[in-house]
């Protein structure tokens, strides 16, 4: 039932038989049953942002951040099908056995697509990185991997946070985010506008925070005017949780629980992910909201559940089995997955690594071993974990190295069990460095340190970083083992920008998913050539950025940054070279012919920017296309770029998009430099979203 129209009439019909309390009780995110119309209970609240979450075992992915790093847009909508499979049969097995509870339900609230633009944000590492387009290719195909495309949606996607947050988490119940309305068009909301007009999102999330002024589950401008007036968005806006109770409670908006359900409601926001909609019939009966406002939200909602085929016995997704869950092939997904998204950031020489030379390895560091090293935040659970350690230690059994083993230190000093202890595993991990012929060490962060408010041990910072450098008892480690070992391999696992200037070969593993493990022995030892690329610019320090708490785009993110990078968006390396033999246009497209002039397989991806000949376009060209492409050694091929409909464009000062007249594209495997092939002369087409 796709067609909107048919499930609008159902859920009309279904409504029209309400009465206002049962209509009322179906604006909760734990809605009951209502018996008398065969309607039983739906819990909306459920999370797949990189695999079924929090509802027992399923395959776990790269973390959003790490996905992004692939820079491919097949794999992208391939996860998430195999994602919403995976929903469909736990869906499936769970109702059967009468379990309707929270994270059980076929309303997923993912993606987030919102923009990181500083490093120190703490649930950075759930977004698809800094840049709109990127952000805007990958969201869409994610969606409509999610939803499918069958007579029913497969489950209903949801983009979030809508809009402009990305911190600080300590602040984000009562903080006012101001953005220009350039800024809002051109940076906040491109990403959003895309998922509804091309992917057609069924859900929409607000955010906690304010924007200009007006709380944004509450936001006029946002849900009304922007969201269902000016993109035509049909599906349903559910508020964060409990993110309407900060109206009154923080944002001092309204001054009463009613007040605050009927400001939400008024503005367009249907379900509530909280409990202040338990105040819905209070606002009605003091006035605030008419029985109309409650009617519309409710046959949205009802909407929803019947594009979803929830009342249909016969909806073709309930076939799925249990066994669809974790299987074999998803595990393999996984793997490829985790050894697309690892960036090699530096390497003199020393990987790969040749199993016929090295006879003993240290592996060392407190996240070598370590399961949260791997998931990220709003994670499923693995039946199939594989630590760094045992991925290392599983490839070099079968090759006959020895490999030695030392935590070395804790993650950050509030994980201690005593200083005696940290003393005695330092000592240990110098011994194993400087016996063995190559140092792994394995640190970084976990959503332990890095992460959403009240979820993370970050207690000073509430999941936000205070700095880009590793916790002090890392630093001392990787300062021991820089002096102590004959070759040393910095393997970070993180989230988001780290400044680690220890290590002959340095790889950003982020949070890998459950083959994490498998994927890196692959990478260091040659059997997968790294190809995945930083969707952030990586700086030296937060010295360099403007003010956390100021959300203008200026000096923030490879497009507007004055500075030089430490690594810049879209970098990684090859154990291979690449060149870009030529480049030409064609219609809406770059077409490059790419050669691998090295002697291993490998993949890159292409990338095309564009400087715009306007006042109004960024300090620094921005992408407007990429495709990943694998190459074997010595072959050359041809790749088309598909480009950005709004390439051609800038955005006023207004918010309002112009097309431009002329501009430069440059193409190439990087950001644009002496490598990249310039097209000049162009006479581009006026092309619309």
């Known amino acids: 039932m796709r067609n909107r129209e048919e499930a609008r009439r159902t859920a009309e019909e279904l409504v029209s038989r309400m009465t206002i309390e049962e209509m009322a009780s179906q604006l909760r995110y734990d809605a009951p049953a209502i018996p008398r119309l065969g309607i039983p209970a739906y819990n909306w609240w459920n999370e797949v942002l990189h695999g079924v979450a929090r509802a027992g075992t399923a395959t776990v992915f790269p973390q959003a951040i790490g996905m992004a790093a692939m820079f491919d847009e097949e794999m992208q909508e391939k996860i998430a099908e195999t994602i919403a499979e995976e929903a469909r049969a736990k869906y499936n097995g769970q109702s059967a056995h009468g379990d309707r509870d929270i994270y059980k339900g076929l309303t997923v609230w993912s993606p987030n697509i919102n923009i990181f633009r500083d490093p120190r944000w703490g649930r950075g590492h759930e977004t698809y990185g800094e840049d709109p387009y ?31 947050h990305s911190g600080p988490e300590a602040l984000r119940h009562e903080f006012d985010a101001r953005a220009s309305k350039k800024d809002m068009t051109e940076t906040y909301l491109a990403a959003f506008e895309a998922t509804v007009k091309e992917a057609e999102v069924e859900s929409v999330m607000g955010a906690y925070n304010r924007v200009n002024g007006e709380p944004a589950c509450g936001s006029k401008t946002l849900l009304k005017d922007i969201l269902r007036e000016k993109w035509g968005f049909r599906g349903h806006v559910v508020s964060d949780c409990w993110a309407i109770q900060d109206f009154h409670v923080n944002h001092h908006v309204t001054g009463t629980a009613p007040e605050s359900a009927a400001l939400a409601i008024r503005n367009g926001c249907d379900l509530n992910c909280g409990n202040t909609y338990l105040h819905i019939l209070e606002a009605l009966q003091e006035g605030l909201i008419t029985e109309a406002d409650i009617t519309r939200a409710c046959i949205r909602l009802m909407t929803t559940r019947a594009l979803l085929g929830l009342f249909d016995p016969d909806c073709e997704y309930n076939r799925i089995p249990v066994t669809a869950v974790d299987t074999d092939e998803h595990a393999a997904l996984a793997q490829q997955a985790a050894e697309k998204s690892m960036v090699l950031l530096e390497n003199d020489g020393t990987l790969p690594l040749d199993p016929e030379q090295v006879r003993c390895v240290a592996v060392i560091g407190p996240n070598a071993d370590s399961v949260m090293a791997l998931e990220g935040n709003y994670n499923g659970t693995s039946s199939r974990y594989v630590t760094f350690l045992a991925g290392i230690r ?27 202890q940290a003393e005695d595993r330092m000592a240990e991990a110098a011994m194993y460095a400087e016996i063995a012929d190559v140092t792994i060490a394995c640190v970084g962060l976990d959503a332990g340190l890095e992460g959403e408010e009240g979820d993370t041990g ?45 290590g002959d070969a340095k790889i950003f593993a982020w949070y890998p998913g459950q083959a994490g493990g498998t994927a890196l022995a692959r990478i260091l030892f040659g059997e997968v050539n790294p190809g995945g690329k930083l969707p952030l610019t990586f700086y030296h320090s937060v010295e360099e950025l403007p003010d956390f708490e100021d959300y203008a785009m200026a000096n923030r993110t490879y497009r507007y940054f004055e500075g030089t990078p430490l690594y810049p968006f879209g970098y990684g390396l090859s154990y291979t070279k690449f060149e870009v033999l030529e480049a030409r246009d064609g219609d809406h497209e770059v077409i490059l012919r790419i050669r691998n002039c090295g002697n291993r397989d490998g993949e890159t991806v292409a990338q095309v920017y564009v400087r715009c000949e306007s006042d109004l376009a960024p300090t620094h060209p921005r992408l407007c296309g990429f495709r990943r492409v694998a190459l074997a050694a010595g072959e050359e091929k041809e790749v088309r770029v598909k480009l950005d409909a709004l390439t051609w464009t800038v955005v006023d000062e207004n918010g309002e998009r112009q097309n431009v007249e002329h501009g430069v594209l440059y193409a190439g495997l990087n950001q644009p430099d002496a490598r990249s092939v310039e097209l000049t002369g162009m006479k581009p087409a006026e092309i619309k979203r």
């Open 458 to 502: 970050n207690e000073y910072f509430s999941g936000d970083k205070k700095d880009l450098q590793l916790p002090e008892s890392q630093r001392k480690l990787l300062a021991m083992l820089q002096k102590q070992a004959k070759k040393l391999v910095t393997v970070i696992a993180a989230g988001s920008n780290l400044n680690v200037p220890e």
């Open 394 to 420: 599983a490839y070099c059994e079968k090759h006959g190295i020895r490999v030695l083993y030392s935590l070395g230190s804790h993650l950050f000093k509030d994980r201690t069990s005593g200083l005696a």
């Open 134 to 164: 990127l952000t805007s290719r990958l969201g869409v195909r994610f969606i409509q991997g999610l939803q499918g495309n069958g007579k029913y949606l497969k489950t209903s996607a949801c983009s979030k946070h809508f809009a402009v």
